[in-house]
């Protein structure tokens, strides 16, 4: 453990990041009544509102007004923006339709689609045991597909939809929560259109609805924001080889709730696919743990 206050710091966020995200699946469940979609604009709404009061508190306005005066960052914000919600939306779908083991199988991808987006996109030379660990995640996919002739579509398409979003914003010099708080608010007039032209539910008048069933629909903007407040907060105190190793919190611990709490059913088929996958992020975690030490030294 390092004894600099900093560093415990952020390995505590960390730690506080991934735990609430985790378990962000218990809170989605509480809303198996209210449709995805629903769920989603509440998500974007609240969140833009969330946001702007930490900005403000944060006195970030000023990096806001920046990015507004470069339009090709814009162009750029619409992109992920996009895919942020297509992202947030299939998780809740997830979520709320026994898949959450295809959610979790999707966040432990995540980092191995990274790599290869890397590879293919900046230029980033895979090492000996990254292609080793690349190939046998593959190699569990492909057991799936051959064996049992289904191919795990919700999970690579979180994981995937994830990597590119980071893609975008790696690539963008644009910080976390005020490019964030942009996102939001491009996905918001659709959020608000869907909102007011959508078939009326059982929900979707909030003056209707008890108040605990509208603080649940408020409470999609902390649930959004505030890991990605810790996550932010750990970034800064600590490097990212560190911080790679707590990501696997969050899909383990939806895992878990899962097999453990809603009896999604952890068959032959994702036992194949799950064991290929953990046995690769352990060969990847030990060859980027590998890699920083021989940094740090040299």
Known sequence: ?????????????????????????????????????????????WSVLFLAVIVGILKQWHKVQ???????????????????????????????NDHMLDASLGYYINPLLNVLLGVTFLHERLRKWQMIAVALAATGVAIQVISFGSFPTVAFALAGSFAIYGLIRKKMPVESLPGLLLEAFILLPAALLYWYFSAPTMSSDMADNNWQLNLLLISAGIVTTLPLLCFTAAAKRLQYSTIGIFQYIGPSLMFLLAVLLYGEAFDMERVVTFACIWTALVIFTWDSWRFSRRQVVA
């Not at 506080?16 to 809170?27: D, K, N, T």
């Not at 989605?28 to 449709?35: C, I």
């Not at 297509?86 to 709320?96: S, T």
């Open 1 to 45: 453990m390092s004894s600099d206050p900093q560093a415990k710091k952020g390995m505590l966020f960390a730690a506080l990041a991934f735990v609430m995200w985790g378990v962000a699946p218990i809170y989605f469940k509480q809303l198996l009544h209210v449709p995805a979609l629903e769920i989603l604009t509440h998500r974007v709404i």
């Open 66 to 96: 920046f990015i507004l005066g470069k339009p090709k960052y814009l162009v750029l914000l619409v992109l992920s923006a996009s895919i942020l919600g297509f992202n947030w939306g299939l998780f809740i779908w997830a979520v709320n």
